[in-house]
């Protein structure tokens, strides 16, 4: 029998498991995928996005509250989730813009905050990691040093010579960034919108988004996941100080985002398993050499260089 595929999901606040590849997510847990999320802040500086949760009692105990969605959206998504311990930058504003607070996660040394994420990928074992973009995905300093701390986990924990008190080496095998945000996803959107007769929120923004084919080819792994986008919908609800039910986010009816773009998109960007994009599975090349491998013994011999 093979064992279960394993996919971790590495976010840089609660919420962010619920508004990037969620629907993907929902889609592995029902095929019977082990999901972990690792979010690596607690949102402890984030801001309140739900006019009805502005108020000073949410606000004095923001960072229970937050884990208390968490909790929630876990359950909805049916994931494992895991905190890195690391306390939230915030969004700086202003012009200078002012320095990183003390101690927060986008102020630590890259090899110093990638140690506890080395230590769960070596215990967990992910076949597949994802984190965001080089910019983040937006430029939050928590989102930029995700990224970087989840590709420095990537690289060193298959090798022995790197933080050798974290536990055994594992190298997962694929490393994807999400693309939720390129502007061809907004064009079939609002398209779609004015197809049924409906007001498209997209139009202003889109006069404005010069077409960017470049970035556009960096999408390598479409996951069909259209039938998966109401959990998505409630994960994200549970985020409730984080999203407003009136809001922008829900401006758009779920049957136009599931005819308009069925997919949740991202880009491989490390592979050690043989696979030939365009993917429409996050596990293509994967699945192949599991079938092969060995139970206990499944990075001896299969794995190429
Ligand atoms: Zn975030």
Redesign the pocket.
Same mark, same amino acid.
């Given at each position: 029998m093979a064992e279960a595929l394993r996919l971790m999901h590495v976010?840089?606040?609660p @919420? @962010?498991e619920s508004s990037k590849g969620a629907a993907s997510t929902a889609r592995y847990v029902a095929e019977g995928v082990d999901v972990l999320v690792v979010t690596c802040t607690g949102g402890e500086r984030g801001s309140i996005l739900n006019p009805n949760m502005d108020r000073p009692d949410v606000l004095a105990n923001i960072t229970d509250i937050r884990r208390q969605e968490m909790d929630a959206a876990r359950e909805i998504l049916g994931v494992r989730q895991e905190w890195l311990g690391f306390v939230d930058s915030g969004f700086p504003e202003g012009d200078p813009l002012p320095p990183l607070p003390d101690g927060c996660f986008a102020a630590q040394p890259v090899d110093t905050a990638a140690e506890p994420l080395v230590e769960i990928v070596r215990r967990f074992r992910p076949h597949v990691v994802t984190t965001y973009d080089e910019n983040g995905g937006y430029p939050?300093p928590?989102?930029v040093m995700c990224h970087k701390v989840t590709v420095a986990a990537f690289d060193a924990a298959g090798d022995p010579g790197r933080y050798p008190d974290s536990g055994a080496p594992w190298q997962p095998m694929k490393l994807y960034y999400h693309h939720s945000f390129h502007r061809q996803r907004f064009v079939a959107l609002h398209e779609e919108m004015e197809r049924r007769g409906l007001e498209s929120p997209y139009a202003e923004r889109l006069a404005e988004w010069k077409p960017d084919p470049e970035w556009d080819r960096r999408v390598t792994t479409k996951v069909e996941c259209a039938e998966y986008f109401p959990v998505r919908d409630k994960a994200l609800l549970a985020h409730a100080t984080q999203i407003d039910p009136e809001g922008p986010w829900f401006a758009v009816p779920l049957e136009v985002h599931q005819a308009a773009w069925p997919t949740e998109d991202y880009e491989l960007v490390r592979s050690v398993v043989e696979s030939d994009p365009p993917e429409t599975d996050l596990f293509a090349g994967v699945r192949e050499w599991a079938r092969q491998a060995v139970p206990g013994h499944e990075q001896t011999a299969t794995l190429p260089e």
């Open positions: 976010h840089a606040h @919420d @962010d939050h928590d989102h």
